[in-house]
């Protein structure tokens, strides 16, 4: 695992900070007279990445999650160079929410952050000097225009303003915010960089519309498309949802719909008016008004063309790389892997026998040598049946708690990643998210996070099996239909019960939001009728979806080459690999328009039945 800088346990966090901004320049700085800010007219050591004045001052939020302006807005013409404010290493760079940005980690447990960017000149891991460029001004954001730098300082996790760093008279206070925390010994990790950025400037992250639109998060609606319904009993924010966007995504996806299914422009464009007029009522109505038009078909059809656009908007604009390597058995993490297998699986040789058919090789993993671990269903930890998975979610997280707890019994200290199908990645997330502790020294640390297919926002499928079941012949004809299809996971099973969209499982699942160091990657089938994309999404988490193009997407995924190509980037720390137009296309429009399908297949056979019950 990287670690950005090496920090003595012993000398307080104080004595670092004020060491790094009294030292001479020639221990902090180059003096090769980029920029007007030289070491002379700065005594501090430190230098501002740009010329320009403030326009708009840092302003401390009363609360963590309050309004404020964490960072300076400083001037400057787009194309302008942008420099490192000191030496450091470069623990973040790239897009989210379709802005740029670069995270450097300093000594003394500061990073600094050079937001809304148009290019990037460093990439992550690369130490940089005091002075060096690390990407030009251009990008614009939120309240943002183009024509600023937004520049920031965090000591730990608090943000303070930065231009202390450049007046030595404010040194006491900048040491007194230090002292009362601990050194940072823990190593940075791209998520973390990533989750700092969002919340510190109300960034958007895949899966994660509600952020970007000021939906309410007391809302218990996970983080993607509001889901209505007849199982959910909370009413979603749909106009906050929407957001101010919400017509430019309504119109794209128009467009998108047209490119990808032959549907005639002039049908689409007959459709336009009366969308908009549809969304502009769903943004003026209370939450439980906007609830019930969501639910018509004009509704639900407004909703559905505003995902797609926005789909599309994230896809395209996400960090990609046109050069990532195969999954061709070279590089790799270098760690321990536990893979995770999905509902109805089995494994027949316990944790040393596969339970999911993905090319551990080609991924790096030596299974000869003991890297490989497959996760076991049954409560011993040996072999297991189909029937062991459909076990109540939290119970096969305890166990894999248990298992992971002997991996780091065989190779103390040593790093795990966890790689995970289907429903398997949500036995991860509940996991990471109600169980794991990074100070639990009975656990190995955790490496890498990634999921294949995995419903982290539900399944629509699980969702139509609660709704049949529900109603008044429902229950029958299911366990019927289960009788002839034994390779059906049965639909009121404790496993399939709660994958449902609208359970009080997958409605908690995220209460608490991805740990700290935790590098998680979701991957996902443009085409998959079992976990359609647009429900693998995690806020915080890298996505990406890829074309399978075989018949059962969901299962051929794992052995797919080019999800493995994104595997390998993910255990690398790389930029996934860019996907071409069409996939894009393909991954904005199909996943949304399958969850629709099943999701109207569910609430109309469930009404059929109530009426041929009674």
């Not at 995995?454 to 709704?467: F, H, K, M, N, V």
């Not at 085409?527 to 399978?548: C, F, H, M, R, Y």
């Not at 930029?575 to 393909?586: E, F, I, N």
């Not at 991954?587 to 109309?604: D, K, M, Y």
Request: hydrophobic fraction near 40%; charge should be negative.
């Amino acid at each position: 695992m990287k670690t950005a800088v090496s920090l003595s346990r012993t000398i307080p966090a104080c004595v670092l900070v004020l060491i790094a901004l009294s030292a001479p320049s020639s221990a902090l700085g180059t003096s090769d007279g980029a920029g007007a800010d030289s070491t002379a007219s700065n005594p501090s050591g430190w230098r501002r990445p740009v010329d320009g004045a403030v326009v708009r001052p840092f302003e401390e939020p009363r609360s963590a999650y309050g309004p404020g302006h964490r960072g300076v807005d400083l001037a400057a013409a787009p194309g302008t160079a942008v420099r490192a404010a000191n030496d450091g290493i470069v623990s973040f760079a790239g897009q989210v929410g379709g802005t740029v940005h670069v995270t450097v980690t300093h000594a003394g447990n500061l990073r600094t952050s050079y937001s809304f960017l148009s290019s990037v000149a460093v990439r992550v891991g690369q130490g940089v000097a005091r002075g060096e460029v690390v990407g030009t001004t251009g990008g614009s954001g939120p309240d943002h225009d183009g024509h600023v730098l937004h520049f920031g300082l965090r000591i730990g996790d608090r943000y303070v303003d930065p231009m202390t760093l450049f007046s030595p008279s404010d040194l006491t206070r900048l040491v007194h915010l230090v002292k009362a925390q601990a050194p940072d010994e823990t190593s940075w990790s791209v998520a973390s960089e990533r989750r700092a950025l969002q919340a510190s400037l109300a960034l958007p992250s895949a899966g994660d519309s509600s952020a970007a639109a000021g939906g309410d998060e007391s809302h218990d609606c996970g983080d993607g498309v509001p889901f209505i319904g007849a199982a959910v009993d909370a009413v979603c924010d749909v106009g906050g949802w929407l957001g101010d966007t919400a017509g430019d995504a309504l119109d794209a996806g128009l467009g998108f719909v047209h490119d990808v299914t032959g549907i005639a422009t002039a049908t689409l464009d007959d459709l336009r008016g009366p969308l908009h007029e549809t969304l502009s009522t769903l943004r003026k109505l209370s939450d439980e008004a906007a609830s019930a038009l969501a639910r018509t078909p004009m509704g639900a059809l407004v909703l559905d063309l505003v995902e797609i656009g926005r789909r599309f908007y994230d896809t395209v604009t996400a960090e990609c790389s046109d050069d990532a390597p195969p999954a061709d058995g070279t590089g790799g993490s270098g760690h321990r892997v536990m893979v995770v297998a999905g509902i109805n699986s089995s494994g027949e040789a316990g944790d040393r026998g596969p339970t999911v058919d993905l090319d551990v090789a080609s991924l790096g993993y030596h299974a000869d040598d003991g890297e490989v671990r497959y996760f076991s269903y049954a409560a011993d930890g040996g072999p297991y049946v189909p029937h062991d998975t459909q076990q109540k979610i939290e119970i096969s997280a305890q166990l894999l708690l248990e298992q992971l707890r002997v991996m780091q019994r065989e190779e103390p200290g040593r790093e795990v990643d966890l790689v995970a199908h289907s429903q398997g990645g949500v036995v991860v997330a509940y996991f990471l998210e109600h169980l794991y502790h990074s100070v639990d020294r009975t656990l190995p640390p955790i490496g890498n996070v990634i999921t294949l297919s995995s419903p982290l926002q539900g399944a629509p499928l699980a969702t139509a099996g609660a709704e049949i079941r529900g109603s008044t012949l429902g229950k029958g004809a299911l366990d019927g239909l289960e009788q002839m299809l034994p390779g059906l996971p049965p639909s009121g099973s404790d496993a399939v019960t709660e994958l449902a969209e609208g359970s009080r499982f997958m409605r908690h699942l995220w209460d608490r939001g991805l740990p700290e160091h935790v590098d998680f990657t979701t991957i996902g089938a443009a085409e998959d009728l079992i976990v359609p994309a647009n429900k693998i999404s995690v806020a915080g988490a890298s996505e990406t979806v890829v074309a399978v193009n075989d018949l059962n997407e969901h299962h051929a995924i794992v052995n797919d080459p080019d999800a493995l190509r994104v595997v390998r980037a993910a255990l690398e720390h790389r930029a996934p690999p860019c996907v071409g137009l069409d996939t894009a296309l393909r991954s904005a429009v199909a996943p949304v328009v399958i969850s629709r399908l099943e999701h109207t297949f569910g609430s109309g056979t469930a009404r059929v039945l109530d009426g041929a019950g009674r």
